[in-house]
């Protein structure tokens, strides 16, 4: 109950991982807190590297957080007496991050597509270029979050997703007018959502769809 829909989804792939790697290792369905060793997550990691193309360092650590998160909570309930990854240093790779430019943004603005799911993800998108709110955020926003500035003018008031910090942000009139464009929409009156946000999994996928349509 502490944790966040999309950090317990997370978990539950590192989990779904573990078993699998304990099953196909050591031939058992479980094993021991003690029978944890520093070749255990070493292992594991090529594993991840390999059998699921974790191809990314920065995704495999991740994995491996998850596990020392667990073994933390058994250490502080003492149910281990040690760290046995005491002597593990994962190496994560720093990320490249790369930017749309101006350009970029305006062909995908400009580009209408055919298929009503490539139109709504490009929408939604663009709507959190011209807010600066990830996925997670949007994906909830209901029309209470838009309340009336002191300077007159639509903003957005909520909480952050990943962090529940304040956020408060103004409504350029690009992401208004996506707003207006879908507020008859069934996903939007019928589940009191301010965008009919689809899946995660789908938008990532539509995301190269457009973007290849945009020659991007």
């Given at each position: 109950?502490?944790?966040?829909?999309?950090?317990?989804?997370?978990?539950?792939?590192?989990?779904?991982?573990?078993?699998?790697?304990?099953?196909?290792?050591?031939h058992?369905?479980?094993i021991?807190?003690t029978?944890?060793?520093?070749?255990?997550?070493?292992?594991?990691e090529?594993m991840?590297k390999?059998?699921?193309?974790?191809?990314?360092?920065?995704?495999?650590?991740?994995h491996?957080?998850?596990?020392?998160?667990?073994?933390?909570?058994?250490?502080?309930?003492?149910?281990?007496?040690?760290?046995?990854?005491?002597q593990?240093?994962?190496?994560?790779?720093?990320?490249?991050?790369?930017?749309?430019?101006?350009?970029?943004?305006?062909a995908?603005?400009?580009?209408?597509?055919?298929?009503?799911?490539l139109?709504?993800?490009?929408d939604?998108?663009?709507?959190?270029?011209?807010?600066?709110?990830?996925?997670?955020?949007?994906?909830?926003?209901?029309p209470?979050?838009?309340?009336?500035?002191?300077d007159?003018?639509?903003?957005?008031y909520t909480e952050?997703a990943?962090?529940?910090?304040?956020?408060?942000?103004?409504?350029?009139?690009?992401?208004l007018?996506?707003i207006?464009?879908?507020q008859?929409?069934?996903?939007?009156?019928?589940k009191n959502?301010?965008?009919?946000?689809?899946?995660?999994?789908?938008?990532?996928?539509?995301?190269?769809?457009?973007?290849?349509?945009?020659?991007?």
């Open positions: 109950s502490d944790y966040k829909i999309g950090t317990l989804k997370n978990y539950n792939v590192t989990l779904g991982h573990l078993k699998e790697f304990i099953l196909q290792k050591y058992v369905a479980d021991h807190l029978d944890l060793n520093f070749k255990f997550i070493t292992e594991f090529l991840c390999t059998k699921w193309e974790c191809k990314r360092s920065s995704t495999t650590i991740k491996i957080q998850r596990i020392r998160k667990v073994i933390g909570i058994a250490m502080a309930n003492e149910w281990l007496m040690k760290d046995p990854f005491i593990y240093k994962g190496k994560q790779e720093k990320a490249t991050i790369k930017y749309l430019t101006q350009e970029e943004l305006k995908i603005e400009e580009k209408e597509f055919e298929f009503d799911r139109e709504r993800v490009k939604m998108f663009i709507f959190s270029c011209y807010t600066g709110y990830a996925y997670s955020d949007v994906e909830k926003f209901s209470n979050d838009i309340v009336t500035g002191m007159g003018l639509k903003w957005i952050r990943k962090n529940d910090s304040k956020s408060n942000v103004p409504l350029l009139p690009q992401a007018a996506i207006e464009k879908y008859s929409h069934p996903d939007v009156i019928n959502r301010l965008l009919p946000v689809i899946s995660n999994m789908k938008t990532n996928a539509y995301l190269k769809e457009i973007a290849v349509g945009c020659g991007i």
